[in-house]
Every structure is written in C-alpha cells, then in structure tokens.
T-cell receptor
Framework: GENVGLHLPTLSVQEGDNSIINCAYS??????FIWYKQESGKGPQFIID?????DKRQGQRVTVLLNKTVKHLSLQIAATQPGDSAVYFC????????????FGRGTSLIVHP | DSGVTQTPKHLITATGQRVTLRCSPR?????VYWYQQSLDQGLQFLIQ???????AKGNILERFSAQQFPDLHSELNLSSLELGDSALYFC????????????FGSGTQLSVL
C-alpha cells in the first residue's frame, strides 16, 4: 500500500461544509478505485467506486473524481454531517490480473457541529 | 451490517500460542479476503480465497495460514504468536473476487501479551 497515499492525514470541517479528501496513486495500470469509510470499532464500509474509463461518479452526497493524468483521486462529501466523522481510505486495484484492493493509509475526517 | 460475520471479536493470548479466527462471508459471496490492520502499517492484504481455492497471497507470514471450507466460511490460523502480531484482523467477502467492492466484517482484535 505504500504507493497509495493521502495528502492530509486529518481533515477538520464544520457541519454543513463540503469536504474533499484526496488520494494519490502511483500505478498507472490501476483500473478500479474504491473509497471506504471506517468508523471507530467497525470494519471499512464501501462508499463509492469508479473504474478507469470514467472521470467522475456521483452517489448520495458523495462524488468521486479521477484524474488519470496526474494519478489523483478525490472524494467529495456534500453538506458534511457529524455522522460522516470517520477514517476514509482510498484503495486501488492495480490491474494486470490483480484484483486485490491495495489501501492507502487513510484520512481522518472530523466534523464539528 | 455488512453481512460478513467474524468471531471472536476480541482475543487475548500469550506469545508462542496459536489462535484461529473465523469468518462467514455474505450469503452468495464466493471470495474471502483477510487483511491485517495495525497503527503503523495500515490495512495490509494477507490472502484471498475463491470457492475453496487460494487465489492470491499478500504479505502473509509463514506462521500464518488460512483455508476456505466447502460451506465457504474461512479460518485464519496464526501460530507462534509474537507481540508484533497484535492487530485488528479483518475478513472481507465479494461475489466473484474480480474487480469489485469488498464487504468487511467488524474484525477480530488480537492482543498478544
């Protein structure tokens, strides 16, 4: 997982703000990317995914952007809520027959009411 | 609830001992993954099984072994335990094990004293 990194280890926001969590990856052959949320005492929970043939995908209050040119992935959370407080991981499947998600170190999101 | 069940939730043992962690995947999922999560190493992939057969191996120590049984549940065996093996061990499952999202259990917290 050392090639999947996050720029900010901790992100603090106010309730209602939009949050952006960034992730850099180094393997240009990676073809599938996933964001997970991990709350304290729980396992990682799937949020949203994107394949390399797309550059944007939207879910409920979340958007993932993929920039293959600079090998960058971001997760945008709209109208952040206290329940969004958690550690967020990006993971990549490196392609070439590897279907094992490789996780980055994670970003801790703290939402202040 | 992800549908993935892990037991036990907590395990405390001594160095040199052997333990077995158990995982039941989501109904219908054929693939099981084991990950180790520690503070300094993040989420590290250990091993993957698909329909009873080993499919991929990660940074799994020789002291560790796993298997997937005909009913698709999986066990992770950790032997000759060392202090450094203390970590959260997660099991995840997916339908086919090919470029798809994983569903994680709540983990087993292993403490080696």
């Amino acid at each position: 997982g050392e090639n999947v990194g996050l720029h900010l280890p901790t992100l603090s926001v106010q309730e209602g703000d939009n949050s952006i969590i960034n992730c850099a990856y180094s393997n240009s052959a990676s073809d599938y990317f996933i964001w997970y949320k991990q709350e304290s005492g729980k396992g990682p929970q799937f949020i949203i995914d994107i394949r390399s043939n797309m550059d944007k995908r939207q879910g409920q209050r979340v958007t993932v952007l993929l920039n293959k040119t600079v090998k960058h992935l971001s997760l945008q959370i709209a109208a952040t809520q206290p329940g969004d407080s958690a550690v967020y991981f990006c993971a990549e499947n490196m392609g070439g027959g590897s279907y094992i998600p490789t996780f980055g170190r994670g970003t801790s999101l703290i939402v202040h009411p | 609830d992800s549908g993935v069940t892990q037991t036990p939730k907590h395990l405390i043992t001594a160095t040199g001992q052997r333990v077995t962690l158990r995982c039941s995947p989501r109904s219908g999922d054929l693939s099981v993954y084991w990950y180790q999560q520690s503070l300094d190493q993040g989420l590290q992939f250990l091993i993957q099984y698909y329909n009873g057969e080993e499919r991929a191996k990660g940074n799994i120590l020789e002291r560790f072994s796993a298997q997937q049984f005909p009913d698709l549940h999986s066990e992770l065996n950790l032997s000759s335990l060392e202090l450094g093996d203390s970590a959260l061990y997660f099991c995840a499952s997916s339908v086919e094990g090919n470029n798809e999202k994983l569903f994680f259990g709540s983990g087993t917290q292993l403490s080696v004293l």
